[in-house]
């Protein structure tokens, strides 16, 4: 299987709520980032958390890593209508030099209802 | 703003064409990578390139090809289209360059949406 692996892969929830996507992987990481795609269009850089950070926050975004778990979590608070899109979690592995070679995972779709 | 610009939003050619995507990257970016994205499989690394005239093969290289001759320009040519490679390509780049905001965070383009017939 996949180094990332999204659950759910498929989120629907009314504005206003928040959503939780997880991101597990296999081997050991130097970074794992998130990103956004809206429909069609290429993928946007969200927030990226180093192998030595367990928390970070940027705006509505809260992204959680736990190394033990090789897990991670991106929360969006208060969610809107504009945050449909699909979410890729993204892992730089350790060894990976300085390619900056990502491997991403599967990608889980957010649906806000208005 | 890094700007990541690919030749096609849409492109449809036929079975056996040889196809040219082109991606050019203004940031001065030592890296350059093509994925492919498909329903249900997530992006896929076809090649990727660190450095002017390097290339390394990713995921998926059969029948692709690329070629890097200038540090801001990156193609991906299908000697011989098939059905099978229709899909969504997506280019990116980052830098080698470890900053303050963040380590190997690629630009993506828009996208170039292929259907071979």
């Known amino acids: 299987s996949q180094q990332g692996e999204e659950d759910p892969q498929a989120l629907s929830i009314q504005e206003g709520e928040n959503a939780t996507m997880n991101c597990s992987y296999k081997?050991?990481?130097?970074?794992l980032q998130w990103y956004r795609q809206n429909s069609g269009r290429g993928l946007v850089h969200l927030i990226l958390?180093?192998?030595?950070?367990r928390e970070k926050h940027s705006g509505r975004l809260r992204v959680t890593l736990d190394t033990s778990k090789k897990s991670s979590s991106l929360l969006i608070t208060a969610s809107r209508a504009a945050d449909t899109a699909s979410y890729f979690c993204?892992?730089?592995?350790?060894?990976?030099?300085?390619?900056?070679?990502?491997?991403f995972g599967q990608g889980t779709t957010l649906q806000v209802k208005p | 703003d890094v700007k990541v610009t690919q030749s096609s939003r849409y492109l449809v050619k036929r079975t056996g064409e040889k196809v040219f995507l082109e991606c050019v990257q203004d940031?001065?970016?030592?890296?350059m990578f093509w994925y492919r994205q498909d329903p249900g499989l997530g992006l896929r690394l076809i090649y990727f390139?660190?450095?002017?005239?390097?290339?390394e093969k990713g995921d998926i290289p059969e029948g692709y090809s690329v070629s890097r001759e200038k540090k801001e320009r990156f193609s991906l040519i299908l000697e011989s289209a098939s059905t099978n490679q229709t899909s969504m390509y997506l280019c990116?780049?980052?830098?080698?360059?470890?900053?303050?905001?963040?380590?190997?965070?690629?630009?993506f383009g828009p996208g170039t949406r292929l259907t071979v017939t």
């Open positions: 081997t050991s990481i130097n970074n």
């Open positions: 390139s660190y450095d002017v005239k390097m290339k």
């Open positions: 958390i180093r192998s030595n950070e």
């Open positions: 990116a780049s980052s830098s080698h360059r470890i900053g303050a905001d963040g380590t190997y965070e690629q630009y």
């Open positions: 993204a892992t730089a592995l350790s060894f990976s030099g300085n390619t900056g070679k990502l491997i």
């Open positions: 940031m001065d970016h030592e890296n």
